[in-house]
């Protein structure tokens, strides 16, 4: 049986793995929702088609909404958690080291049996054999003499990967609830939100760290952060979720490797180190890279912040707030344009220059390094080769499929681009398409008082601009949620078409 789940894994191409484990784990929790009564299911129950749209939303960590979160009743919120739990990046991440641990799993079996009959000379053997290996890397040469021996080094040092990243994902989580219940305990005006919306305390702040360190968005809020604002210790609590669990993963992730290795002399940590290319693990970066991605990072946070300061710091999603206020609020927000898509503001009454930036930012992948990689281009060859050229031909540029998707969309809701210009212009169907493409979340929503012909019958709800699409529009828009989540895969389209 485990040969045959094996040569399964082998031979069926990683995206369709990935593909079908997020349809998978989307339709059931569209079951699962189904069958929980919501907390407004005397007067309204959310349609099956937006508690599909939900579910997939919370899968791939995309947090765009066709329902207002407080119509969902807190088992369902509980469901929710556990997709978007289930649908981070780092748990998908851990489940494809158990896999590449489990190739290695034989090998395993073979030296522990050595160990077993010839103690001795299992544990001479193994101590010459990492010697040797790590003077060969020292002096830069990666060829090994024990093949065994190294392979047997391989999966020590995957086996401790798996366990430091389940670590890393677990602590982050819990310190980040605690710190969050602890902040909902002393402070009352954070607490009394909750009271009044009957929001149970240690529901919101599992949900809440785990949507942020999954950096999906959702918050159990009609509002999102809009009624928090003010509290700017939660805020605070947030904002090292937002990085730690996405764009500084790695970096965190490659420091924690040195840290042991360094104070507690683990020999994996150094082969880790060393031939990271060879683990093939996709968050564990080169040293250069990571040290390029930490400076990106806050250069992109740095310059959002400075350009939304200077064009927003009176406007009226900032009203009412002090100056520490607004600065730690703008903070939260420029922090949540790379993928995380909590606010606290509503970006419907933010500039236009400001929104652009900020579909610049989702666009972006999430380990974007301004500064050059050396080997971009070796690696880039290396994928090629490996790549069938009739695949590769076929492919298009990210862009290129956002265009698509965003022409679909135009098409679809072409009669509502007519009657309400205001509310369906062409700039809140784009951020509502890259948002969803990108995982971030990000909306302007749906104002009655942007209405160019007045409806008396027009009620504002506190969910995304796509609740106020046509059904094929939210279809479309779970495709672009589906695709967008596994985009890693196409991160070379578009290399074959030229421009000239």
């Excluded at 490797?257 to 060393?274: A, C, P, Q, T």
């Excluded at 890279?289 to 927003?312: A, D, K, P, R």
């Excluded at 210009?421 to 948002?435: A, C, D, Q």
Aim: with cysteine.
């Amino acid at each position: 049986m485990s040969c045959f789940y094996r040569l399964i894994l082998v031979r069926v191409n990683s995206f369709c793995i990935q593909l079908c484990y997020f349809l998978c784990v989307s339709f059931f929790g569209f079951v699962v929702l189904n069958v929980l009564k919501p907390r407004t299911h005397d007067s309204f129950k959310p349609r099956d088609l937006d508690l599909f749209f939900t579910s997939v939303s919370a899968t791939t960590v995309s947090s765009m909404s066709t329902v207002e979160m407080e119509v969902f009743s807190n088992s369902q919120l509980i469901v929710l958690t556990i997709l978007m739990l289930i649908g981070g990046e780092i748990f998908t991440s851990m489940v494809g080291l158990h896999f590449k641990k489990s190739q290695l799993k034989k090998m395993e079996n073979k030296i522990s049996s050595l160990a077993n009959n010839d103690p001795s000379t299992y544990q001479s053997e193994l101590v010459m054999a990492e010697k040797q290996d790590f003077e060969n890397l020292e002096s830069g040469n990666h060829e090994t003499s024990l093949d065994s021996s190294v392979d047997f080094l391989k999966y020590k040092s995957i086996k401790f990967l798996c366990f430091l990243v389940l670590g890393y994902f677990i602590a982050v989580q819990v310190l980040g609830v605690s710190l969050v219940s602890t902040y909902l305990a002393h402070v009352s005006s954070a607490r009394n939100v909750l009271k009044n919306k009957g929001l149970n305390l240690l529901t919101f702040s599992i949900f809440s760290v785990v949507s942020t360190f999954a950096n999906c968005g959702f918050l159990p809020t009609n509002e999102n952060m809009v009624v928090f604002k003010n509290n700017s210790g939660l805020l605070l609590i947030l904002i090292p979720q937002i990085l730690l669990g996405n764009t500084l993963f790695p970096s965190c992730l490659r420091f924690c490797v040195w840290f042991l290795g360094k104070f507690f002399k683990r020999v994996e940590s150094n082969y880790l180190l060393k031939k990271t290319s060879e683990i093939g693990y996709f968050h564990l970066l080169p040293s250069q890279h990571s040290s390029y991605l930490v400076i990106t990072v806050f250069g992109f946070i740095i310059t959002q912040f400075i350009l939304f300061c200077s064009m927003e710091w009176n406007s009226a999603g900032l009203i009412g707030l002090n100056s520490y206020q607004k600065t730690i609020g703008v903070l939260f927000q420029t922090m949540n344009t790379r993928y995380a898509g909590e606010s606290i503001v509503d970006l419907s009454t933010i500039s236009s220059a400001i929104l652009v930036l900020f579909v610049v930012m989702m666009y972006l992948p999430p380990y974007t390094s301004f500064l050059p990689v050396k080997d971009d281009e070796e690696i880039y060859k290396k994928k090629r080769n490996r790549r069938g050229k009739l695949l590769e031909n076929l492919l298009f540029s990210q862009l290129s499929y956002l265009a698509i998707f965003i022409i679909l969309v135009c098409i679809t809701e072409r009669q509502k681009l007519k009657e309400d210009p205001l509310n369906f212009s062409l700039l809140n169907i784009v951020v509502e398409v890259v948002s969803a493409y990108g995982s971030v979340g990000f909306t302007t929503g749906y104002s009655c008082d942007r209405q160019t012909q007045p409806n008396s019958n027009c009620v504002s709800k506190f969910y995304g601009f796509s609740g106020k699409w046509s059904d094929e529009g939210k279809i479309i828009l779970i495709v672009v949620m589906v695709f967008g989540r596994l985009k890693k895969f196409n991160m070379d389209g578009g290399r074959a078409w030229k421009l000239l």
